[in-house]
């Protein structure tokens, strides 16, 4: 096995358990070692530090998968990591009881690279790092040993593969696919896509999030942004609702959306409008209406992948919320999220203060929001936080 030296001082982050080996902390290689191979990570004076996947393309230069040495990464190593984290979701009351969980959080679970998603009997896995990629097999074992899954799917078509120097790979690697895969979340069937959907198919990370909204909707009109196959705006109408417009830019996520209405006969599908329309667009369109609501999400996809985005992604943002409070009914609340990376979120609060002060409006803050508990964030691990959100009286 090859040792990777830090230079002087890079040891620091590594000591406080954070998991990423940045190119600029590595002074050298000693031995040989391809992409996801395991490396021993040494201090400038030769300590062990860590065992990490080596990954010679990325800017992240090694990614740790264990900080006790002593430790061998193998078949049995990934295994066993892959059913604890499992299991952390088993022990949790309410994540116990859900078909739609994340099972596997890289980094903040232990396993960079690495996201699992279960949705009822079947597993979607997504490998994003050269180490995860090398393992594969050992990571599809475990999860079906773990779940007891009747099928996994592979969902390795991210676009931050390449900066691992990776190719997409999609398909079936265990099992056989249902029919047709719904989930119930919160008392809601939700179809699935997990071949063409967004992500793994689905967005869990708003699981919590989706259900506090149905709990503010009764009686109230609401205004659904970025819908994508229309989870806020199903258990809007859970919620009790008197009326919800959903908008989304995608075709097929609408279509989608259709089709789960249908699932839901419980549901008065007559209240619901769906609209296919750039959300920046539609906005404009209905204060021209002269359209207002109790309750407006804004839901967008990531506009700052990275901190290097934050500014054009920053008036992106301030221009939706603008206009969402623009378009709010006094009392109404806006629940208005980031999903990006690169914007924290104190910059976040500061965008949508802002944004109200420009309209004019006073706003508080009733819940701050984030990622439901299937995502968690390692301590040593602050990128894991991605989704923030705020809901903002008026
Ligand atoms: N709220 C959703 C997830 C939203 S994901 C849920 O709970 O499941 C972001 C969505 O924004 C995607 O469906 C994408 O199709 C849509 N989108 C991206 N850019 C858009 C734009 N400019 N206008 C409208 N929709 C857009």
Same mark, same amino acid.
């Given at each position: 096995?090859? &040792?990777?030296?830090?230079?002087? @001082?890079?040891?620091?982050?590594?000591?406080?358990?954070?998991?990423?080996?940045?190119?600029?902390?590595?002074?050298?290689?000693?031995?040989?070692?391809?992409? @996801?191979?395991?490396?021993?990570?040494?201090?400038?004076?030769?300590?062990?530090?860590?065992?990490?996947?080596?990954? $010679? #393309?990325?800017?992240?230069? +090694? =990614?740790?998968?264990?900080?006790?040495?002593?430790?061998?990464? %193998?078949?049995?190593?990934?295994? =066993?990591?892959?059913?604890?984290?499992? +299991?952390?979701?088993?022990?949790?009351? !309410?994540?116990?009881?859900?078909? @739609?969980?994340?099972?596997?959080?890289? #980094?903040? %679970?232990?396993?960079?690279?690495?996201? +699992?998603?279960?949705?009822?009997?079947?597993?979607?896995?997504?490998?994003?790092?050269?180490?995860? &990629?090398?393992?594969?097999?050992?990571?599809?074992?475990?999860?079906?040993?773990?779940?007891?899954?009747? /099928?996994?799917? *592979?969902?390795?078509?991210?676009?931050?593969?390449?900066? *691992?120097?990776?190719? $997409?790979?999609?398909?079936?690697?265990?099992?056989?696919?249902?029919?047709?895969?719904?989930?119930?979340?919160?008392?809601?069937?939700? #179809?699935?896509?997990?071949?063409?959907?967004?992500?793994?198919?689905?967005?869990? &990370?708003?699981?919590?999030?989706?259900?506090?909204?149905?709990?503010?909707?009764?009686?109230?009109?609401?205004?659904?942004?970025?819908?994508?196959?229309?989870?806020?705006?199903?258990?809007?109408?859970? @919620?009790?609702?008197?009326?919800?417009?959903?908008?989304?830019?995608?075709?097929?996520?609408?279509?989608?959306?259709?089709?789960?209405?249908?699932?839901?006969?419980?549901?008065?599908?007559?209240?619901? *409008? !769906?609209?296919? %329309?750039?959300?920046?667009?539609?906005?404009?369109?209905?204060?021209? *209406?002269?359209?207002?609501?109790?309750?407006?999400?804004? &839901?967008?996809?990531?506009? +700052? $992948?990275?901190?290097?985005?934050?500014?054009?992604?920053?008036?992106?943002?301030?221009?939706?919320?603008?206009?969402?409070?623009?378009?709010?009914?006094?009392?109404?609340?806006?629940?208005?999220?980031?999903?990006?990376?690169?914007?924290?979120?104190?910059?976040?609060?500061?965008?949508? /203060?802002? /944004?109200?002060?420009?309209?004019?409006?006073?706003?508080?803050?009733?819940?701050?929001?984030?990622?439901?508990?299937?995502?968690?964030?390692?301590?040593?691990?602050?990128?894991? #936080?991605?989704?923030?959100?705020? /809901?903002?009286?008026?």
């Amino acid at each position: 096995m090859a &040792d990777l030296i830090l230079k002087p @001082g890079k040891e620091r982050s590594v000591m406080r358990r954070h998991p990423w080996i940045f190119a600029g902390s590595v002074d050298r290689l000693e031995g040989r070692a391809r992409a @996801g191979d395991t490396v021993l990570v040494k201090d400038a004076g030769g300590k062990p530090l860590a065992r990490a996947a080596w990954s $010679p #393309e990325s800017q992240i230069r +090694a =990614r740790v998968w264990t900080f006790d040495c002593e430790q061998s990464i %193998d078949h049995a190593f990934i295994k =066993r990591a892959v059913a604890a984290s499992v +299991a952390r979701r088993a022990s949790h009351p !309410w994540l116990a009881k859900q078909d @739609g969980v994340r099972l596997i959080h890289g #980094e903040s %679970d232990g396993l960079p690279g690495v996201i +699992a998603d279960r949705y009822g009997p079947v597993v979607v896995v997504q490998l994003t790092s050269a180490g995860a &990629d090398k393992w594969r097999e050992a990571i599809v074992a475990g999860l079906v040993q773990a779940t007891g899954c009747s /099928a996994v799917y *592979e969902r390795s078509d991210s676009d931050v593969r390449k900066l *691992e120097g990776l190719g $997409p790979v999609s398909g079936l690697v265990f099992g056989e696919m249902p029919e047709q895969l719904t989930i119930v979340e919160n008392g809601v069937r939700m #179809e699935v896509d997990v071949a063409g959907g967004h992500k793994t198919g689905f967005y869990l &990370d708003q699981r919590d999030n989706r259900l506090l909204t149905g709990q503010l909707a009764a009686g109230r009109d609401v205004l659904n942004c970025f819908c994508y196959t229309g989870g806020f705006s199903l258990q809007a109408l859970a @919620g009790g609702a008197k009326s919800v417009i959903s908008i989304d830019s995608s075709g097929p996520a609408l279509a989608t959306a259709a089709r789960n209405v249908a699932l839901n006969p419980q549901l008065d599908a007559a209240r619901a *409008e !769906w609209r296919e %329309d750039d959300v920046f667009q539609a906005l404009r369109t209905l204060k021209t *209406e002269g359209r207002k609501f109790d309750l407006i999400v804004l &839901d967008p996809p990531k506009f +700052a $992948p990275s901190a290097a985005h934050a500014d054009r992604a920053a008036r992106a943002y301030k221009d939706i919320n603008l206009l969402g409070f623009r378009l709010l009914n006094p009392g109404g609340i806006l629940m208005t999220y980031s999903c990006s990376g690169g914007i924290g979120l104190e910059l976040f609060q500061k965008i949508i /203060a802002g /944004a109200a002060a420009d309209v004019g409006v006073e706003a508080r803050i009733l819940h701050r929001l984030s990622a439901s508990p299937d995502h968690p964030i390692g301590l040593a691990v602050p990128e894991g #936080e991605y989704l923030k959100g705020l /809901a903002c009286q008026v």
